[in-house]
Every structure is written in C-alpha cells, then in structure tokens.
C-alpha cells in the first residue's frame, strides 16, 4: 500500500492502485508524509487572456497597440477582493496596472496596458484579499445602525497599521482613535479622499496570489495594420519579343515600379513565389491545360532542373 494526496489529504492506495471501497481495509496514516503541494493559489485566478490555446505559442501584440487583458478571479465567503495586471516589457522592467471588475456576475477583472516596444513581454496577475474594502462595506452599513460600533473602530485601527505611513493614514487613525468624536466624524476620517486615494493605490491586502506568467510577443507597428499590394516582378519591366514571346521582367527592373506602388497609398508589398517553375503539366494563359513552349507557368508550380524552394528563378536575377 502506497499512499497520495488529495486535496490536502491523504489517501490509503492499495497495491492495485486504486483506493480501497466503502467498507473495506481502512485508510492508514503513512509513516512518510508528502508535502501538499496545491495546484492553484489561495485566491483563484483562472482564463487568463489574451492567450493561445494551451499556450503553446506567445499571445501576440503590436507596438503601440493598447491590449486587453482579462481573468477570473473569484473566492469563498464576502469579502472584497481586488485584482492587478503585472507587466513585464523585453528590459525586465515590471509595471502594475489596475484591474477592475468586468460585467456583472462573471467574476472577471479587465484591464488596458500600452505594449510601445517590439520584443518578448510577459505578463501576469496578482490577486488578493482587500481588507480595508472589505471593513469599510462592513462598516458604512453597521457603524450608521449603531451595531458593533467600538468593534468597528478597532478593526479600522489594527487596518490602518498596517498601512503605508503617510499623513494622511496619521490623520485617520488619530481622527477613528478618539472616542471623544461622534462615529459618523470618526466614519468620515476613514471615508476621506486622501485616505481613499492612498488605499486605491496601496491596498491592505491579504492572501495575495500571482498567476502563472504568460509570454507576449509584440512585432513592429506594421504588423498590426497596413495596406498591402501584390506585386508580381516577372510582369513588370517585361518586353514582347519580335516572335511574340515574352522577356521576364526582373528584380531590378520591377524595383522601379515602387514608388508608384508607395504613391497609391500601399505600405508592404508582398510576392507571389519566385522560384523556378516546373514544366511537367505546365498551364498556359487564362490557365489553359495547353501550355506554348514560352508560356512562363504559375509561379506556384515551384520545382525545375533550375532548383526548387531554395532557389530564384534565372529570369529573375539574384537577390
């Protein structure tokens, strides 16, 4: 017998591998413990996007493009929770962005961030329990109803403790100390601006969880956006020879068609295949079965005696 851990506990396995029936020899503690190891955090965070499927490739951005991230982050009970997107850029630099609650019900959390460099980025998101959101839901429903008022208070205290010094955390903890103060003064000190403002930034935060670390690739700006043009060179700089067969235009000549392809308002031009053509079965004009003897072929009819994928066709010239 051999025992595993399941869900933080363990399970007597019998020599068949299979746990032992309802009933039957019952489970031992083993004389060797194994560590529990969980497969998630505290704070679950799951779907994370953007993302390939099972990603096996990087999720992929371009430079300057303004990206959405999202994730489910949920957990047990009432408490509050909040959510942060950690971004890595291609120097190791690391960011944290604001995450917000996505639609009702869902329990996703959305951010935006900028990606303004090409390279490989990463990202990840960190969950945790906020504790000061938790109190203050807590306490603008008990602390006006007179219920538990002093609790209240006291739990706010332990909070803002815990707090990064600031004079407006001093203002607050010396305003909610002083019971001379009516409770609804007491509520306002840690309702302030300041204190809001400061809390939003730098949470009290507790059972914090990060996420598995997704890779992003982010290419130059153009590979996001652009217009593209086909650009067959053979046909341009191509001349009729007095027989009424053709001579293929070539790299060089078919260079001095680009600016008037820039000109139209088209940012890449793109190439059939220029590799020597095959002449077994070869199709003529208007893709005719009948080739002539001149006929140049489809270009993607690639393989002759002249080479195959790795090679450019003679008529073409040399790159």
């Known amino acids: 017998m051999r025992s595993m851990v399941r869900y933080g506990r363990f399970v007597a396995i019998s020599k068949s591998n299979k746990p ?6 019952p489970a031992q503690q ?31 951005a371009f430079a300057g493009e303004v990206v959405p991230f999202q994730a489910t982050v949920f957990r047990e009970g009432h408490d509050q929770i909040g959510a942060d997107l950690l971004l890595i850029d291609p120097r190791g630099t690391q960011t944290r ?3 917000s609650p996505g639609a009702p019900g869902t329990d996703s959390w959305v951010a935006e961030a900028l990606v303004p460099q090409p390279g490989m980025w990463s990202y990840s998101v960190e969950a945790y329990s906020d504790d000061w959101a938790t109190w203050l839901h807590n306490a603008e429903i008990k602390i006006p109803a007179g219920i ?10 332990e909070l803002l403790a815990r707090a990064t010094p600031t004079p407006a955390i001093a203002a607050a903890t010396a305003a909610i100390a002083d019971q001379t103060l009516s409770a609804d003064t007491r509520l306002a000190a840690a309702t302030a601006d300041d204190v809001t403002a400061q809390l939003s930034v730098a949470p009290i935060a507790s059972l914090v969880t990060t996420s598995e670390s997704v890779p992003v690739r982010v290419e130059r700006a153009r590979a996001g956006l652009g217009s593209w043009y086909e650009f067959f060179p053979r046909s341009e700089g191509a001349t009729k020879n007095p027989d009424g ?21 088209f ?18 004009p208007n893709n005719t079965l009948n080739a002539a003897p001149d006929d140049p072929g489809s270009p993607w009819a690639i393989g002759s005696a002249d080479g195959g994928h790795d090679a450019i066709h003679p008529e073409l010239g040399t790159v």
Do not use: C
Request: net charge positive; glycine share 8%; hydrophobic share 40%.
């Open 20 to 25: 032992f029936p309802m009933g039957g020899q």
């Open 30 to 60: 083993p004389s060797v413990s194994t560590p529990y190891e969980p497969l998630i955090g505290r704070i679950p965070i799951r779907n994370l996007k953007p993302r390939q499927p099972e990603n096996r490739w990087p999720t992929k």
């Open 97 to 99: 962005h604001r995450m």
């Open 148 to 157: 538990d008022v002093d609790v209240m208070f006291a739990l706010a205290l």
């Open 245 to 265: 067969s053709w001579r293929s235009g070539t790299f060089r000549t078919a260079a001095k068609r680009l600016p008037a392809v820039a000109a139209m308002g």
């Open 267 to 284: 940012d890449v031009v793109y190439l059939p295949p220029i590799h020597p053509i095959g002449r077994s079965f070869r199709k003529g």
